[in-house]
Structure formats: structure tokens, C-alpha cells
């Protein structure tokens, strides 16, 4: 006897809706038996189920298979919990906060402004300007000598070496690198460049990102709380984090106020459909794009 994991999922109570446990399987949050589950995936006593929501992971092994939502007593007979501990205070506490509107976009932010780009381009020229106007007033800021430094602003916004375009790396070298075929350029301005597989973000994407006057010590805490691992790394000298999942790979390095990252995604489709590049293969690719970045900066 089986049943589905989305079904058993809601039922032990791990999402509060069945759809929301159907849509956490189609987006590839779901694991049975570290396999990345669909909705209809069956789950038998003994496999093990991993869910990953709002930055944390449950783990958990099936004792009863349930199809209907239980009491929360009722339902913590049905598994054994296995979740990891949560995180310290101090990395829970580095996790970025503001006020909505207020600042440097989020990287869920910045993923919408990507979702709305894609569908109109108009967006994706005045993205394009917006980001020009926020270079120069960063440069603006870092030149007034009565500027306030704090403790999360190491040096002067923009004193890190310039990257180029794209963060010196062509279309071509980034595809060689990925083995992602079918890449092209998307987006393209003075602090964001963007290679899609798809033109919708569903199969593989390669991101180069320029930051400056932005820690990269939330960055790098935003990563820990969303990633299966978070390490710190040293590139030809240089400090920053890998960050990987399923599928994912994401390297930030610093240089002083500023920090660019990379990020190679085999995309959605491969977490829904065919198994996705092991993710060794993923931050190899990842690796060296950061490494060609730091070797072609001025």
C-alpha cells in the first residue's frame, strides 16, 4: 500500500494546505529518498521525506501512510522527525530584515523583476536604467567624505576592481563552461548579466551579479538559511561562500565594500523532469566562472 506524497505530506501536517504540498513537489523542494518527488510520487513505510520551506528543511521517516489531515498529536505518530537543529542565533540573526520598498531589493525581489522582464520590454529597458542611476549614486556616496562608514560597509562602494561586461566572460565561454547548450543572453547591463535556456527561467540559467556597497555577509547568511550547504571559499586568494542544492550552485566573492556572484541553475524542468547534473558538476562550472571573473578584472 502507498500513498501520494503531497497527500501525506498534508496530512501529517508539514504544509498547511494541500495545494501549498503539491506546489512545494512541482517547484522541487520534495525529496523521497533523496530523489526529487512529484505530487503522484508514491511513499511507503520506511522512505524517507524531506520538504524544504521557508528556508528550512524537515526531515522526516514514514511510519503510517495517511491520507487525511490528523491532529497534530495524531499526525506526530505517523513519522519519526529527523530534521536537523535549527540554526545558531547569531546566523538567524544576520538574516536581513526591512521595511517593504525600503533599500536594495531582496533576491526574491530581484526574481520577480526578472519574472516581470521577461514579459514586457519595456521593463527590461528601464531596469536597464535604473540600474545605471543606483551604479552612479553609489560612486556619488563613496566620494563624500562625510558619509557615515558602519561596520557592514568595509571600505568605499565601487573601490573594487571593475569586472566588465558580463564579468569578462562571452556567451560561448559560459555555455564551453555550463555545458548547458542553448544559453543566450537576456539580460545584459552594468550590473547584471543573465544567460536562459528557456526565455521563462524553467531550464538552465547562468547569472553573473555585481554588488557594490552591499555586504556580502547578508548574502552569504540568506544563502545558509535557503541552501542544502553553505561553505566559505577561497578563490586565487580571494574569500567568499559556495552555496548549493539540487541543481544549484552559487559563489560569492568579496572585495571590500563590493562582491560579485555567480549563480548556475539546471532550471526547474530538470528538477521536475530528468535527473539534474549532479551538483559537483554544477559548482565546477560555477568555480571556474568566479575564477575567470577575478583573473580578467582591471
Not at 520506511?46 to 491520507?67: F, M, N, P, W, Y
Request: glycine share 10%.
Amino acid at each position: 500500500m502507498a500513498t501520494r506524497v503531497d497527500s501525506w505530506i498534508w496530512a501529517i501536517r508539514l504544509t498547511k494546505t494541500r495545494s501549498a504540498a503539491g506546489a512545494a513537489c512541482r517547484g522541487g523542494h520534495v525529496r523521497v529518498n533523496g530523489v526529487t518527488a512529484k505530487p503522484a510520487q508514491p511513499v511507503s513505510v520506511g522512505d524517507e521525506v524531506r520538504v524544504r520551506l521557508h528556508g528550512a528543511e524537515r526531515v522526516v521517516e514514514v511510519t503510517k501512510l495517511i491520507s487525511k489531515r490528523v491532529s497534530a498529536p495524531a499526525a506526530a505518530e505517523c513519522y519519526i522527525d529527523n530534521s536537523p537543529p535549527p540554526l545558531p542565533t547569531e546566523v538567524r540573526a544576520s538574516q536581513p530584515r526591512r521595511d517593504p520598498g525600503a533599500g536594495r531589493p531582496t533576491k526574491r525581489e530581484r526574481r520577480d523583476l526578472d519574472r516581470l522582464r521577461m514579459r514586457s520590454g519595456f521593463l527590461v529597458a528601464l531596469i536597464a536604467v535604473l540600474g545605471l542611476v543606483l551604479a552612479g549614486c553609489s560612486s556619488d556616496d563613496s566620494d563624500d567624505p562625510g558619509a557615515p562608514k558602519t561596520p557592514e560597509a568595509p571600505g568605499n562602494a565601487g573601490a573594487g576592481p571593475f569586472f566588465g561586461a558580463c564579468g569578462g566572460l562571452s556567451t560561448d565561454e559560459v555555455i564551453r563552461i555550463t555545458k548547458f547548450a542553448g544559453l543566450s543572453n537576456t539580460v545584459n547591463n552594468a550590473s547584471v548579466c543573465e544567460w536562459d535556456g528557456s526565455n521563462d527561467r524553467t531550464g538552465p540559467v547562468a547569472s553573473f551579479n555585481w554588488y557594490r556597497g552591499s555586504p556580502i555577509g547578508r548574502e552569504r547568511a540568506t544563502e545558509q538559511l535557503s541552501r542544502e550547504s553553505t561553505k566559505d571559499i577561497d578563490i586565487n586568494g580571494h574569500q567568499g561562500f559556495i552555496a548549493s542544492d539540487v541543481g544549484i550552485c552559487e559563489i560569492g566573492i568579496a572585495f571590500g565594500a563590493d562582491f560579485f556572484e555567480w549563480s548556475v541553475s539546471a532550471g526547474t524542468q530538470a528538477l521536475m523532469g530528468e535527473q539534474p547534473p549532479p551538483t559537483e558538476q554544477i559548482c565546477d562550472a560555477t568555480r571556474e566562472l568566479s575564477r575567470l571573473s577575478i583573473e580578467r578584472a582591471s
